[in-house]
Structures are given as structure tokens and as C-alpha cells.
């Protein structure tokens, strides 16, 4: 669908439930706020509750409303009355509020519809921070990169290839012929720092190329784009149908997850905010997009003069961090704040629920 394509969204004043009473609210949220462009639903929910991980706990699923999570610039967040509690509400620019009462500890506000592009909606988080890592990197089995066919040369013998030119790769696929392939080049293996178990490794995508011909096992391909030169040596793999998403809506595990940072992507060992980093628990272990992560940081280890001996001092509260991309073994986060310095070997749990 095309980006100007408009999408009717059902919204309205948001709708609160009685299993939201125990939502609690900062005790200096604002009256009133009135959503700005650029403003995230992390920002938003840490201004109104002091945990983004709330959020989803403010909404009351409708089915009047396609998605309760998509809030726009314009629209008013505040504060009302019920019953002597204050309550969050949600309301579309220039609507005025209308109270239903439903049941004792819920309130309803009046239906609006609203036509606007569903890409004008805030984003969970800032969405430029992850972007291009959305496009440019996948984990795969260390196996599955070895065994994909590989550049061997350039036209006319080149070593460094860019978009426009002529490539040739050596190898079987698996399967059938695919019509073009993402270019990969090895990145990080990723090893779990307690079992020693391999997690995965990096693959850095570096362009797509689409098949010319194939005789015997070479393949001859044309570089339709590339994110910087290919070289000899890169593989290829079949592309992945990706949606860049932007709909993340920070949610707590219900279940308890504790890992560890194995790395951060910028290639350093420190960690700060809007840093991206790979954790050591995967979908096998609970782990879901939008999942907000605790940092604790590792206590320091001091010397106990009195039993002449090491200890190690216990972990303190250090920052947090929300999951957009999950594999089996390991995922990705991105760091939403950080309270005091982070380290590679840091660890992370979920919050308690």
C-alpha cells in the first residue's frame, strides 16, 4: 500500500477498565499534554506513569478500535476524575470530551472517526536509532553462511564491486534458483557467556543482486544496490520478506527472563542510550518483540579483609531497554535509558509484574 493511501482508523477518547486501576500515575504527570511531532509512546507513558511497559495496562481493547496503540500529534493526553481516582485519557484533536459510564471503575469516552495516514502515528520508540539495523543485519547459524555460495569475482577481474556492475558467485543452493539474493558478509559470532553455547552469527547485509544465469555452479548476478562495495569472499543467502516496523508497543514479559549484554553494535565495549545491543536469550526463552528489559550493573568485585577473600558487591538498578528484533537463541534491544555507565557483561532482567 502506497504511503499516501489514507487509512480509516475508528478512535476516540480512550476507553479504561476496571483491570487498569492498578495502573499508578506519577505524582507530577501533567493535567493535560498535547502530543508533539516527534514524541514516542515510550516518552509518553514514562511522562504520565514512569513505566513505558504500562502502557498497554491504559487501554481498553475495543472492538470499535482497529489499534488503541496509534496516538498522533495533536491529540491531548490528561488526567480525569472517576470516582476519586485519576484516570488517563486519550482524546483526538478537537473533539470534546464525553463521558459514558459502563460499570463502576470503567469509564468510556465518546467514538470518533478519524481519517489520517497511519504513518503520521508516533512510534514506540525512535525509530531512526534502529532503521538501518532493521535492514542491514541478520543472525543466522554459522553453518547456513558457510555453506551459501560466494563472490569469486568481479567484470573484468575487479575485487571491489558496486551497484550497476557484474558478479559472479560459485555455489549450490538450496532448493530452487531464487530470482535474486541479499549479499552477506560475516560479522560476530555470538556466545553465550555462561553455557558457552554458540547464539549465532552477525551477517551484515551489503547489497541485492539479481540472477542472470547459471552455468554449472556459477551464477552470474547483477548488483542491483549496494550499502557499501562487495568484495570477494561475500555470500549469498535468499532475501528475507521483512516488514520495517514501526508499530512496537513496550510491553513486560509474563514471565521472568535475566540474561546478559553480549555486545553493543557500534563495536565498543561501553553501552549508552540509543546504543543497540545483542542479549543472550532468544525466543526459546520467552523473549518477544516490544519486551522491555531492567539493566542491572554488574557489582564491582572488592577484596573482604576480614575472611581474605574476594566478593562481589550486588548488582544495582542501571537503565532499560526495549527488544525490536528476536531470533531463536539470542535478540536485539535498544537502550532507553541509562542511568549510570553499561558495559558489555551487564546484566538484564524483566520487571516485575
Excluded at 535475566?258 to 565495549?269: H, K, M, P, Q
Excluded at 562481589?312 to 531463536?328: H, I, K, Q, T
Amino acid at each position: 500500500m502506497s504511503k499516501t493511501i489514507k487509512r480509516l482508523l475508528v478512535t476516540g477518547l480512550m476507553c479504561l477498565s476496571a483491570g487498569a486501576s492498578a495502573l499508578e500515575l506519577r505524582a507530577d504527570a501533567p493535567e493535560r499534554y498535547t502530543v508533539q511531532k516527534g514524541d514516542t509512546l515510550w516518552d509518553i507513558a514514562e511522562r504520565f506513569t514512569g513505566n513505558a511497559w504500562e502502557w498497554p495496562e491504559i487501554w481498553y481493547q475495543n472492538d470499535q478500535i482497529n489499534n488503541p496503540h496509534l496516538i498522533y500529534p495533536g491529540d491531548m493526553i490528561g488526567l480525569i476524575d472517576v470516582d476519586g481516582q485519576k484516570k488517563l485519557t486519550v482524546m483526538e484533536r478537537g473533539q470534546a470530551s464525553r463521558t459514558v459510564k459502563l460499570r463502576p471503575g470503567d469509564v468510556k469516552m465518546s467514538p470518533s472517526a478519524r481519517v489520517q495516514p497511519i504513518e503520521a502515528a508516533i512510534a514506540a520508540i525512535p525509530m531512526d536509532a534502529i532503521q538501518g539495523f532493521l535492514r542491514d543485519h541478520r543472525i543466522v547459524e554459522p553453518e547456513e553462511l558457510a555453506k551459501a555460495p560466494y563472490i569469486v569475482s568481479g567484470a573484468d577481474g575487479r575485487v571491489l564491486m558496486g551497484a550497476g556492475t557484474k558478479v559472479y558467485a560459485r555455489g549450490k543452493v538450496d532448493g530452487q534458483l531464487a530470482s535474486a539474493y541479499g549479499i552477506f558478509r560475516k560479522g560476530d559470532v555470538f556466545v553465550d557467556p555462561v553455557t558457552d553455547e554458540v547464539l549465532g552469527m552477525e551477517a551484515t547485509d551489503i547489497g541485492k543482486a539479481s540472477v542472470e544465469t547459471v552455468e554449472g555452479d556459477v551464477i552470474t548476478l547483477m548488483l542491483e544496490k549496494t550499502n557499501q562495495q562487495v568484495a570477494i569472499r561475500d555470500r549469498l543467502l535468499e532475501t528475507e520478506d521483512r516488514e520495517l516496523k514501526s508499530r512496537f508497543i513496550p510491553k513486560a514479559p509474563g514471565q521472568r527472563i535475566a540474561g546478559e549484554i553480549l555486545a553493543v553494535t557500534n563495536g565498543v565495549s561501553h553501552v549508552g542510550q540509543f546504543d543497540v545491543v545483542a542479549l543472550n536469550r532468544g525466543e526459546r526463552d520467552g523473549m518477544d518483540v516490544g519486551h522491555v528489559m531492567l539493566i542491572k550493573k554488574a557489582g564491582e568485585v572488592v577484596y573482604d579483609p576480614v575472611e581474605k577473600e574476594k566478593i562481589r558487591l550486588p548488582a544495582e538498578d542501571a537503565g532499560s531497554m526495549m527488544v525490536f528484533r528476536v531470533y531463536e537463541k539470542m535478540s536485539y534491544a535498544l537502550i532507553m535509558r541509562a542511568q549510570r555507565p553499561l558495559k558489555v557483561g551487564d546484566y538484564f532482567e524483566s520487571p516485575k509484574i
